[in-house]
């Protein structure tokens, strides 16, 4: 009794380890799928800002006009998803000094209504960047 309960006891165990072994190889293989699909995304992510970020950063609203337009061009020809937002986009306006408007008073409209442009433009180059990595 004792040797059939040894010679079968080695196989039990050994097939208990294979499946132990079998499952924390299928929990770690999931987690790195899972790891690389996380850090895919935040690389994507990563690009999109800098291009948005180099984009609101040139020096003048004309220049981030003329530079996003050219990216929508870019954009149509090569995503998944055609851009939408940048379609709306229109040219900055040059703000003209009002009668009897102080010189700091005119550069801080001017300085707003540009800082409210530049943000406008980054929300559109975000959302339109992201249809390069449409996966679905």
Do not use: S, W
């Not at 895919?40 to 003329?66: F, G, P, Q, R």
Request: glycine share 2%; proline share 3%; aromatic share 12%.
């Amino acid at each position: 009794m004792m040797i059939v309960l040894n010679m079968q006891l080695l196989p039990a165990c050994l097939l208990l380890f294979a499946v132990c072994l079998g499952v924390i190889l299928y929990l770690f293989t999931f987690y790195e799928i899972y790891y690389a699909l996380c850090n895919l995304t935040m690389n994507d992510m990563n690009k999109i800002d800098d291009v948005v970020m180099y984009v609101t950063e040139l020096n003048t609203c004309e220049e981030v006009y003329a530079e996003a337009v050219r990216i929508r061009a870019r954009l149509e020809a090569i995503a998944c998803r055609t851009p939408t937002k940048l379609k709306e986009l229109q040219p900055p306006v040059i703000l003209h000094e009002l009668d009897g408007e102080t010189e700091k008073n005119y550069r801080y409209r001017v300085q707003k209504y540009y800082y409210k442009y530049r943000k406008q433009v980054a929300k559109m180059l975000t959302h339109d960047l992201k249809g390069l990595y449409d996966k679905g």
